[in-house]
Nanobody, 116 residues
Framework: QVQLVESGGGLVQPGGSLRLSCAAS????????MAWYRQAPGKQRELVAS???????DYVDSVKGRFSISRDNAKNTVHLQMNSLKPEDTAVYYC??????????WGQGTQVTVSS
């Protein structure tokens, strides 16, 4: 059974940094793509950043220049480095792994709170 487990969330002051990690277990082959989503209270879940097996990345406009996604294909892990955090980045962050048949696997989420 494939499981994704996120870690690294927490409380940080505006302007601070956090690094989220997501580890996949129960699977041998790397996902075709991995991504981070977030959902703030009262809002829809949105795609924050994605990365393909070959390392091609994409970001939502609001985080460009501040967030960086990376992955380790051998370990089936994905990371999200978040710098210059703003209160509007506060949300539950979810990791998603997409299989080659387009099946999506989700983590349970990790809370990120940006507040002074």
């Amino acid at each position: 059974q494939v499981q994704l487990v996120e870690s690294g969330g927490g409380l940080v002051q505006p302007g601070g940094s956090l690094r989220l990690s997501c580890a996949a277990s129960g699977r041998i082959f790397a996902f075709s793509s991995m991504a981070w989503y977030r959902q703030a209270p009262g809002k829809q879940r949105e795609l924050v950043a994605s990365i393909t097996l070959g390392g091609v990345t994409d970001y939502v406009d609001s985080v460009k220049g501040r967030f960086s996604i990376s992955r380790d294909n051998a370990k089936n892990t994905v990371h999200l480095q978040m710098n210059s955090l703003k209160p509007e980045d506060t949300a539950v962050y979810y990791c998603r792994g997409r299989d080659w048949d387009a099946t999506d696997y989700w983590g349970q989420g990790t809370q990120v709170t940006v507040s002074s």
